[in-house]
Each structure stands twice: as structure tokens, then as C-alpha cells.
């Protein structure tokens, strides 16, 4: 008996169906005169296994294309799995989501009201980066998706055989395209087809997946038994946002230029007014039924008129049709203002007009007038559906799609600064020799004004020119749309306060600085990246620092009211790659655990909530995990109900690349964020009396690995025993694998 047939007898459905697709596979090698290739295929072969002489190109792509199968074949029998779990025990049975998490609060004597009036303070935002760990090209992760539904449509049973067999053709249509394309990248990747692979996701994926997640919050508190009342309205539920650093993140990547986050900021409104403009078509064809302009509000009305004076479009409200189907009008009138340029139906390009929207908030205002009308005309269903439906596509995506961040490396800033302290015609170079309390006293005296060291057309060293075009991109943007479409100016490797002091000065010349009656402000948040051990465990004194710096203060209480927080906010950046790295995996995550506590206590100090970015990547080394579990062992009220990470490389296709697993990794994240936020809140935090051991053992560890790696020969040694010079010669991303070019292991990304 073969392993494949033992997994069928003891795991079923899923392995007969990995069967199906390896026989696929194996028919179109044989129809491709592959017929000696095709008894290669592992699981369903008794012979033909090659020998390290005889092994070639397509040996190898045969076993990627089989374990690609096998991967989706599990992928699907998960979902199966979980969808009979919930329907056989019930949506609490699932580990990790909306009903477990709703039912453990429940346990904890929780009431109701008590969480929903915490829900509405949830956020979660994944952020997309193209971080060189997804090896597959784009055109092969299409056909990857192309497959899998095809895949689910074979496995329909209310077809027919005869177009069971049509879809069978179809999918060995498919492999025979995958076995034609060239699996991996054979010159690297540009930023162009990065972006388009985030925005693959942004329009085509999350969209739908934003009313999957409602859906299951709102089943899952139905059969908790609690009043779905108080989770009507789209301001009571968890909010959901994303944010893109391809085009942001400069760290090490030269070819992120300030034209690159121009264009990046462009497609991206773009690409949301497109998505918007979708939606609202489809919301005018749902509100199809008859009502008259005299029957509904006065603050519809109002508006209708306001909107059709704005738009010249007062005759269209003559028409006997338009008069009659008065929702549908309304709708037609607020797709009019949308900034997009049409051509044979299809929304192509921005055109801005006086009238046009500018931010997503008009928006959803005036959706609320629409959802208020349909309520008081009985239609109170749709009006809580297809109306919130839309509204919250704009509370999560508006106008811009994803928050993108500005990234860059704090030694990159200390040279922008010192060339432009020569461009200015003084000591560039006397700076970069300070001590840190002698560049926080320059720097201090500087930040008391807005006077900048260069004009427009000052000439100024390459570092320079580059962070201050970024940022005047940034700040010409901001000035016409406001901040939505920005992240976070955030500095890797930060080692010291001054380290983040220089971003204002930077951000000084570009405009980003301005003067209110708190103070000088900066209208972007500075966010501190910390990634080594060493820097982990200072951490708390830098930011301590950074706090107390009046910049900081005021900048802190202007963004709180301009983003209407009910506290100030203070994000902090954590790396677990380059921790990892700098002192190996037990030091690494005692470290962070650590810095975490310490540095919600600093944010206490000052009346700030530190909301932690999580930079993860997709391996154990490098902080991934399963969600809920990483979401459980973070330290208490740590998460404060705001959770932001990195999705990295090959994690978002695993996770997002079907909507159904896109909604399921989503609702683990949004209901665990949720969850021990409450949870924390409610309950006394249990010290662990293993705390002190795994600090030693961290300490152990860090000594140890930190030996190894100081040793002579190490970096030869490592040449030596790891593919890592071919990781680093691949072509799967298009920033270089190290950050100056140095062979040392200081130099070595942690993504290489």
C-alpha cells in the first residue's frame, strides 16, 4: 500500500482529491511526450526515483509543481474542515476566531454591552511589503489562483458529469500552462510589478473579504446570544486597515525614489476611486425600488438638491424615472463626484472637478443620509447591508487604499543631515562626530524654528536630495489631499533619540513641519524601529526621551485630534528578524517580550497608548507562527487593542491569495486582537514564575550564539553549510541583498 493511499484511508477527502489533481498533472505530462518525466510524480508513482546524476530542471519542477498541489488540496480540506467543525459544534469550536474569542470573554463574566463598547476601539492593520521571501513569479501565483477555483468548481456537487468534465479540461488546461511557465524569476523583479502584486489584493481580495469578516462577527454574537443591536452601526465594529511599503520603504533600496512614492501615492488613489466607484454602481442597481423625491427626508432632499446644483445635473431630477426611484438617484448623484474619468463604462483615469470629493469622510457622510432615509422608509435591512456594506469598504480603504510608510535607515539620515549642514555652508562633517548628548543640544535648537537650511534649488550630497524629495512628495500630497493616504516616517536601526530628533529636522525642510498654537508639529507621526537586542533593551530610555521632547508632545495631541483618538497614540516599531539574528531566537523573543511591557509603561508616563508594529516575517526565526497563538503570548496589555504587522513575501499569498482563507487569517487576527485586548482589560495580569529562568536562558543563549558567530571562519563557515550565496544571487526581489554591499554579517539582511 502506497503512504498516499494510508493518509487516504486515515484523512479522507482531501489526499483522494490530491490524487485527482497529481493524475491531471501526470495526463498532461503524458500528452507533452513527458511520459518517462511523468512516473516522477511523487504519491502516486511506486517507481522512479532519480538519482543525483540523473536529475534535471524538469525533475524539479515536477516535485514543485506536486507539493504546489498537495498544498492547495490541504489549504482546501482545512476549510472544509473548519466549516463542518462550526456547523457539527458550532462557531465557538474554531480556535482562534470570532466565536472561541466571544465565548471566552463570556466565561470571564464579560457582559455584552462591556465588549461591545470595546469593539469599536479595535483596529488591525496588515501592512504588504515586498520583502524578497515569495520565490514565485506573479503570473504563476495567477495560475495558481486560476486553479484553485477551478478546483472548488470540480468539487461542486450540484454539477453535472458532463461539465465535470469540461471543468476537469480546464484544469489540465491550467497545469499545462503552469508546466510551460518558468517558475522562477530569471532577472529581478521591478517595483512596478510589486505594486501591482499588492494592489492585486487591496482591490480584487480584501474587498470582499471586509463583509465576510462582519458577516461572521455578527453570526458569532448571535449565537453567543447577545443583541445584535449593539453591533448595528458601522461606528460599533472593529475597524480594519491596510498599509504598503512598496514604493515607502527605502531602507537599503535605492531605487525607491521620490518619483516612485509620487507614482505609488497616484495609482493608489486611482486604484480606490476605481474600487469606490465599482461599489456604488452596484449599491445604485440594489436600491432599484420605488420611492418618491416628496416621500423621503428632508435631509435627503437637502442634499439631493445641494449635490444636483454642485453637479449641473438639476434636470436629470425631472426625469420621471429619477424622480420615482429616488435612492438609486441619490446614489447616481454621489458616483458623479467621484474624481474618475470613464471610458465605455469602465473608470480609467482621475479627473478632478470643484465638486469632486476630496476625502473619503463626505463620503460616508453623506451615505449616512442615505442609510437614515432608507430606515425611516422601512427598508431597514438593506440599510444596515448594502449601505454599511459601502461604508465600510471607505472606512477601510477611502480614498488612498493603504497607508504607505516612509522608511529609511538612521545611518542614511545622519549623512542627508550632514550634507545638508555643508549644503548650508557649515561642518557637516564635525556633525557626524557628536556624542549623542551634543547632536540632542544641536538638534534641541534648531527644532525652536521653522527656518530651513535649503531652499528648492539648493544643490545638496545624494542622501540629502533623496530624504528631502521623498518628503516633499509627501508634503505636496498631504497639502492637497491630506494625511489619510500616510503611514508613518519610520527609522530602522534606531539607536538613540537623535536618531529620531533628525527626521523633524529633515522633515523640516520639506514643509512637513508647521506651527500651531500647541506648538511646532510635525503632520506625520515618527515612529522608532528597534531591531537588535542591544537596542531592544534601550528602547524604553530612548522613547522616554523622544516623549518628553515638546515636538513630540504637541505632535502627539495634533494627530490625536486630526485622526479623532480618543488618546494620544505613540507607534512603536519592533523588529524580530534582525533581533533574531543579532542574538538568536530565545534571546530575540525574551527581549522583545520585555521591551514591550517597558515600553507601554513609558507611554503611561506621558499619557500615550503605544500602539506596536509587529515587523514578522513568515518563518519561526523570524517571529510567524499560527496568529492566535502569537496573538496569546504577547505581554499583557500590550496589544491595546491596536495590532499592526508586516506581511512579508511568500506569507501573502499562503495567507490571502483565496478569499476564503484570506477571510479566515483576517478574522483570526481582527478576533484575537479583540479578544485579549478585553481580556487584558478585564482581567489581573498572572506573573509567570518562569520569567527569571527564560531570562537566563535568553541571556545563555545570546552568549552562545553571539560565540558562534564572533568565531574567525564564521562568515566561511556559513558560505559554506547554507545556500545563502544563491539566496543572495536570486532574483526574486528588487531591492539588493545586502545594505552597502559589504560581505560581513553585520551587512546581511535578515532577509537577504
Request: hydrophobic letters at 40%.
Amino acid at each position: 500500500m502506497s503512504a498516499l493511499s494510508v493518509t487516504q484511508d486515515k484523512l479522507g477527502k482531501t489526499y483522494h482529491n490530491l490524487e485527482f489533481l497529481l493524475n491531471c498533472f501526470k495526463e498532461v505530462l503524458i500528452e507533452n511526450g513527458e511520459e518517462e518525466l511523468a512516473r516522477y510524480i511523487p504519491w502516486i508513482n511506486k517507481k522512479g526515483k532519480a538519482t543525483h546524476e540523473s536529475i534535471t530542471e524538469k525533475h524539479i519542477q515536477v516535485y514543485s509543481i506536486a507539493f504546489q498541489l498537495l498544498n492547495m488540496a490541504e489549504e482546501n480540506g482545512a476549510v472544509k474542515l473548519r466549516r463542518k467543525q462550526e456547523s457539527d459544534k458550532g462557531l465557538a469550536s474554531v480556535n482562534g476566531l470570532w466565536g472561541k474569542s466571544l465565548a471566552m470573554l463570556k466565561q470571564k463574566k464579560i457582559t455584552q454591552e462591556q465588549i461591545a463598547a470595546e469593539l469599536c476601539e479595535i483596529r488591525i492593520e496588515p501592512v504588504l511589503t515586498a520583502h524578497p521571501t515569495e520565490a514565485k513569479r506573479t503570473i504563476v501565483l495567477e495560475h495558481h489562483r486560476q486553479l484553485y477555483l477551478l478546483f472548488l468548481k470540480w468539487e461542486d456537487s450540484t454539477y453535472t458529469e458532463l461539465e465535470k468534465s469540461e471543468i476537469t479540461r480546464e484544469i489540465k488546461l491550467t497545469l499545462d500552462r503552469l508546466w510551460r511557465t518558468g517558475e522562477i524569476y530569471v532577472e529581478k523583479p521591478d517595483l512596478s510589478s510589486e505594486r501591482s502584486n499588492v494592489l492585486h489584493y487591496l482591490t480584487t481580495v480584501f474587498p470582499d473579504v471586509v463583509a465576510m469578516l462582519d458577516r461572521r462577527l455578527g453570526m458569532a454574537w448571535e449565537q453567543m446570544g447577545f443583541d445584535p443591536e449593539l453591533i448595528l452601526t458601522y461606528t460599533k465594529l472593529p475597524r480594519i486597515s491596510f498599509g504598503n511599503w512598496v514604493g515607502g520603504d527605502r531602507d537599503g533600496h535605492p531605487l525607491v525614489t521620490s518619483d516612485v512614492t509620487k507614482e505609488t501615492l497616484e495609482l493608489f488613489r486611482l486604484n480606490a476611486f476605481i474600487l469606490m466607484h465599482k461599489h456604488l454602481e452596484q449599491l445604485e442597481k440594489n436600491l432599484s425600488f420605488t420611492c418618491y423625491y416628496k416621500e423621503t427626508t428632508k435631509a435627503l432632499q437637502k442634499r439631493i438638491t445641494e449635490i444636483a446644483e454642485e453637479t449641473g445635473s438639476q434636470h436629470l431630477l425631472e426625469k420621471e424615472t429619477n424622480n420615482r426611484e429616488i435612492f438609486r438617484f441619490y446614489v447616481e448623484l454621489l458616483t458623479l463626484k467621484l474624481p474618475v474619468e470613464e471610458d465605455k463604462g469602465y473608470a480609467l483615469r482621475i479627473n478632478e472637478k470643484s465638486f469632486s470629493y476630496v476625502e473619503a469622510q463626505k463620503l460616508i457622510e453623506d451615505l449616512v443620509i442615505l442609510r437614515d432615509a432608507l430606515i425611516a422608509f422601512g427598508a431597514r435591512t438593506i440599510a444596515y447591508h448594502d449601505v454599511r456594506e459601502v461604508v465600510r469598504l471607505l472606512q477601510t480603504f477611502g480614498f488612498h487604499l493603504a497607508h504607505l510608510d516612509i522608511r529609511q535607515n538612521s545611518k542614511f539620515h545622519d549623512n542627508a543631515v550632514a550634507q545638508l549642514l555643508n549644503g548650508a555652508s557649515l561642518d557637516g562633517e564635525k556633525f557626524l562626530t557628536l556624542s549623542e548628548e551634543e547632536r540632542c543640544k544641536f538638534l534641541n535648537k534648531e527644532l525652536q524654528s521653522l527656518r530651513p537650511f535649503s531652499y528648492p534649488n539648493t544643490t545638496l550630497g545624494p542622501e540629502a536630495e533623496a530624504v528631502i524629495s521623498c518628503y516633499r512628495v509627501v508634503a505636496t500630497h498631504i497639502d492637497k489631499y491630506g494625511t489619510d493616504a500616510l503611514g508613518s516616517l519610520i527609522v530602522s536601526m534606531t539607536r538613540s533619540t537623535s536618531d529620531l530628533l533628525i527626521v523633524y529636522l529633515l522633515a523640516r525642510e520639506a514643509g512637513l513641519l508647521i506651527k500651531t498654537d500647541k506648538g511646532i508639529v510635525c503632520k506625520l507621526p515618527v515612529v522608532p524601529l528597534f531591531e537588535t537586542i542591544e537596542d531592544l533593551q534601550v528602547s524604553p530610555i530612548i522613547l522616554n526621551k523622544f516623549l518628553e521632547h515638546p515636538i513630540t508632545k504637541a505632535t502627539l495631541e495634533y494627530l490625536r485630534i486630526a485622526n479623532s483618538e480618543k488618546a494620544k497614540v505613540q507607534q512603536v516599531m519592533i523588529g524580530y528578524s534582525d533581533s533574531n539574528k543579532d542574538g538568536g531566537i530565545l534571546a530575540s523573543q525574551s527581549n522583545l517580550s520585555n521591551a514591550q511591557l517597558k515600553l507601554v509603561d513609558v507611554g503611561k508616563k506621558f499619557g500615550a497608548r503605544v500602539r506596536f508594529f509587529h515587523g514578522k516575517g513568515g518563518s519561526i526565526s523570524r517571529g510567524a507562527g499560527p496568529t492566535q497563538w502569537f496573538i496569546k503570548t504577547l505581554p499583557h496589555n500590550s496589544i491595546q487593542g491596536d495590532m499592526r504587522l508586516t506581511e512579508q513575501g511568500e506569507t501573502i499569498s499562503q495567507k490571502y491569495a483565496n478569499k476564503v482563507n484570506a477571510a479566515f487569517n483576517l478574522e483570526l487576527l481582527e478576533a484575537g486582537t479583540a479578544g485579549y485586548t478585553i481580556l487584558h482589560k478585564y482581567t489581573k495580569h498572572q506573573k509567570n514564575r518562569f520569567d527569571k529562568h527564560l531570562e537566563y536562558l535568553a541571556e545563555k543563549g545570546k552568549e552562545f550564539y553571539t560565540n558562534l558567530i564572533s568565531e574567525k571562519n564564521f562568515i566561511h563557515f556559513f558560505g559554506q553549510a547554507t545556500p545563502i550565496d544563491v539566496i543572495e544571487q536570486s532574483k526574486i526581489g528588487s531591492r539588493p541583498a545586502r545594505r552597502s554591499g559589504k560581505r560581513t554579517l553585520a551587512d546581511l539582511r535578515a532577509i537577504p
